[in-house]
């Protein structure tokens, strides 16, 4: 968020990596919890810093966070197309497009 110059309020959709595992998956939920929890208590973490942390701290912050009417758009196509492999990150950039231009 930091590299980007954006608050976790600015990010307006997530695409998850999401290859519908539960505990991938479960971890990719509790990171974006984490990442908006960050936001209520304007302690902005970096990449780095994320990185760094234990899953239970993730799953802490992402416990902390508050009801909010802010809820970014969150996507994930492996679960429905399956992963294809050397395929999936150009497929997953059209779906994301696609998902904020409607």
Same mark, same amino acid.
């Given at each position: 968020?930091?590299?980007?110059?954006?608050?976790?309020?600015?990010?307006?959709?997530?695409?998850?990596?999401? /290859?519908? /595992?539960?505990?991938? !998956?479960?971890?990719?939920?509790?990171?974006?919890?984490?990442?908006?929890?960050?936001?209520?208590?304007?302690?902005?973490?970096?990449? !780095?810093?994320?990185?760094?942390? /234990?899953?239970?701290?993730?799953?802490?912050?992402? !416990?902390?966070?508050?009801?909010? !009417?802010?809820?970014?758009?969150?996507?994930?196509?492996?679960?429905?197309?399956?992963?294809?492999?050397?395929?999936?990150?150009?497929?997953?950039?059209?779906?994301?497009?696609?998902?904020?231009?409607?």
């Amino acid at each position: 968020m930091l590299e980007a110059q954006v608050t976790p309020r600015q990010i307006s959709a997530f695409n998850c990596h999401a /290859t519908s /595992t539960p505990v991938g !998956d479960a971890s990719e939920a509790k990171c974006i919890q984490a990442i908006l929890a960050s936001n209520q208590r304007e302690n902005f973490k970096t990449v !780095d810093e994320f990185r760094g942390m /234990t899953p239970e701290r993730i799953s802490e912050m992402a !416990d902390e966070l508050e009801a909010s !009417d802010y809820m970014p758009l969150i996507t994930a196509q492996k679960g429905n197309l399956g992963h294809c492999v050397a395929g999936a990150g150009a497929l997953e950039t059209c779906f994301a497009l696609l998902s904020l231009y409607h």
